[in-house]
């Protein structure tokens, strides 16, 4: 799996490169050391997943997440940042973001969320996750039928999978489906709900209920 690293602080740009460089799967196409680079690298790199911090100079991560999202769905961001403020982890995730750890997170556990995120995986710090479900649970400001009206009822059971964090193959262990009709699904719910990823499909799922 190709990855960028964006950081505007050269020793922890050096420092995520060689602990990452030790997995034989993972290979560092580039660095940034600002939004707006991380942006322009995308088109000629060809990552599958971008590790982005947020406070930084020229662009901060969460412009440069929307703007990678927007241009680039297949393309995964996970936020990493030494930032637990309420309104920048929302931001982040709202921006397109698939996961937001911090820059403390061990190093077994940055290498399972990178793993996971390419393969379709949320990953929330449990020391933020509290604040996201709450600033997300008071945004349910739609009934839920607003959701399922546009849904399936296998759409529907698809989607609160989602809402819980698990993948495309656990979804498919769980529902007893194939990992090809899951990927289906994703792709019409993504669709319906006229999101480009399946975090900001949990997010809305989440504000209407449906957990």
Same mark, same amino acid.
């Given at each position: %799996?190709?990855? !960028?690293?964006?950081?505007?602080?050269?020793?922890?740009?050096?420092?995520?490169? *060689?602990?990452?460089?030790?997995?034989?799967?993972?290979?560092?196409?580039?660095?940034?050391?600002?939004? @707006?680079? &991380?942006?322009? *690298?995308?088109?000629?790199?060809?990552?599958?997943?971008?590790? %982005?911090?947020?406070? %930084?100079?020229? %662009?901060?991560?969460?412009?440069?997440?929307?703007?990678?999202?927007?241009?680039?769905?297949?393309?995964?961001?996970?936020?990493?940042?030494?930032?637990?403020?309420?309104?920048?982890?929302?931001? @982040?995730?709202?921006?397109?973001?698939?996961?937001? +750890?911090?820059?403390?997170?061990?190093? =077994?556990?940055?290498?399972?969320?990178?793993?996971?995120?390419?393969?379709?995986?949320?990953?929330?710090?449990?020391?933020?996750?509290?604040?996201?479900? =709450?600033?997300? #649970?008071?945004?349910? !400001?739609?009934? @839920?039928?607003?959701?399922?009206?546009?849904?399936?009822?296998?759409?529907?059971?698809? +989607?609160?999978?989602? &809402?819980?964090? +698990?993948?495309?193959?656990?979804?498919?262990?769980?529902?007893? +489906? #194939?990992?090809?009709?899951?990927?289906?699904?994703? #792709?019409? !719910?993504?669709?319906?709900?006229?999101?480009?990823?399946?975090?900001?499909? &949990?997010?809305? &799922? !989440?504000?209407?209920?449906?957990?």
């Amino acid at each position: %799996m190709k990855v !960028i690293i964006c950081d505007d602080q050269a020793i922890v740009r050096d420092g995520l490169v *060689m602990l990452l460089k030790l997995e034989p799967d993972i290979d560092i196409v580039g660095t940034a050391e600002d939004g @707006a680079e &991380a942006v322009d *690298m995308v088109a000629d790199k060809g990552p599958d997943l971008i590790l %982005m911090d947020l406070k %930084m100079p020229i %662009m901060n991560g969460v412009e440069a997440t929307r703007q990678i999202t927007m241009k680039y769905p297949e393309v995964k961001v996970l936020v990493l940042t030494t930032y637990a403020d309420d309104e920048w982890v929302f931001d @982040a995730i709202q921006a397109g973001a698939s996961g937001y +750890l911090l820059k403390d997170t061990p190093r =077994e556990e940055l290498v399972k969320a990178v793993r996971g995120t390419v393969t379709g995986k949320t990953y929330v710090d449990p020391s933020i996750a509290g604040k996201v479900l =709450e600033q997300v #649970s008071s945004r349910q !400001i739609q009934p @839920a039928t607003l959701i399922t009206s546009k849904l399936t009822e296998r759409e529907v059971e698809v +989607l609160r999978l989602i &809402a819980k964090g +698990l993948s495309n193959a656990e979804i498919a262990d769980r529902l007893f +489906l #194939s990992d090809g009709t899951v990927r289906n699904h994703v #792709s019409a !719910i993504l669709a319906k709900l006229g999101v480009s990823d399946r975090t900001q499909a &949990a997010v809305i &799922a !989440i504000q209407h209920g449906l957990k």
